[in-house]
């Protein structure tokens, strides 16, 4: 299939109603989700703790998207295509929305990687003091931001507004930005393998020695088989949902990061115009886009606290209003 029939891949009417449904509901879900998420661990002074706050900063960063990313998707679908704001705030608002989604993707998955080793440590040495403590915890937090900030930092200034007199558009100008010596490709991979590839690699090993400790091996130092029991207990419902997460994280954002590294290296089989790419692409990117609005679903079905602290919530919602 070619690039000239490539056009017609999809039906105007139906991408247009089924993107601006999807993106609605993912815009709701992901708003209410990440945000009572917040609310719960800052409330409930018990979840205090890092691997919680490192949950938050996921839940903070997730909600970039339905900010910059899936509002302007929803009047641009609305608009019937074109970029709807122009001049100084249409500029920044193009910067922005790329800049910044990118950015939320790269703190969740540092914040995975903190998620992974404060299990660790809690697992494979329960009675030494955390390795990761409360001052330790919010600099980890800070610098997942700048550390995800400093790397997207490139496309602050390579993404551009072009007015073509037909349509205002959103593009990547990285050559005119940077000059020809500098490669898109080169860049991209590098995110790739130290956003994506390396992180998982780590994580996977980590939760791999937590399974194998917890599988052979009684966690020592309580006083009693029942305070040992439950104790395990706690890890195994913290360790399932640390690792669902994880699971959710690299289910939604494999097939995006696979679609960005076929279309930076393209075999010589696959027509990147094809029908079968595209549509490849737009699902691929709309299943990671939803890793947000899935990632607090994910806290409310495997952990009972923070379904506690959600039936609280409710619960003192109703009362002050009664």
């Keep these: 299939m070619n690039g000239t029939q490539s056009s017609n891949c999809f039906d105007p009417t139906a991408i247009k109603v089924g ?21 719960i661990v800052f409330k409930t002074k018990r979840m205090r703790k890092p691997i919680n706050f490192f949950i938050v900063n996921m839940a903070i960063s997730d909600l970039l998207f339905p900010i910059f990313l899936f509002t302007p998707k929803l009047m641009v679908l609305l608009n019937n295509g074109p970029w709807i704001i122009s001049g100084v705030v249409g500029q920044m608002s193009c910067k922005l929305r790329h800049f910044l989604t990118d950015v939320s993707s790269f703190v969740s ?50 993404q551009k507004l072009v007015d073509n007199k037909e349509r205002v558009r959103c593009v990547l100008r990285w050559e005119e930005t940077f000059g020809n010596s500098s490669s898109f490709e080169i860049y991209a991979l590098a995110v790739i393998i130290l956003m994506f590839c390396l992180p998982l690699v780590l994580i996977t090993l980590l939760y791999l020695s937590i399974l194998l400790k917890l599988k052979t091996q009684a966690i020592p130092g309580e006083g009693s088989d029942n305070a040992r029991e439950q104790r ?19 289910i939604c954002w494999l097939p995006h990061n696979i679609y960005w590294f076929i279309d930076l290296f393209p075999p010589e089989k696959i027509v990147l115009t094809s029908c079968s790419f595209r549509h490849f692409g737009s699902i691929a990117f709309l299943l990671g886009s939803a890793n947000c609005a899935i990632n607090p679903c994910v806290c409310f079905i495997f952990s009972e606290n923070y379904r506690r602290g959600l039936k609280n919530l409710f619960c003192c919602a109703t009362t002050s209003q009664a």
Excluded: H
């Excluded at 207990?233 to 994280?249: D, P």
């Design 19 to 39: 993107y601006t449904v999807t993106y609605f509901l993912l815009l709701v879900v992901s708003l209410a989700g990440n945000i009572l998420v917040g609310i």
């Design 232 to 250: 395990e207990k706690r890890e195994r419902n913290v360790l399932k949902m640390s690792i669902a997460i994880l699971t959710v994280f690299t």
């Design 109 to 158: 998955i540092q914040s995975l990687i903190l998620i992974a080793v404060d299990r660790f440590g809690a697992v494979m040495f329960p009675l030494r003091s955390p390795l990761i403590g409360s001052k330790l915890c919010r600099l980890f937090i800070l610098g997942t931001w700048i550390v995800a900030m400093a790397i997207q930092s490139p496309f602050l200034f390579a």
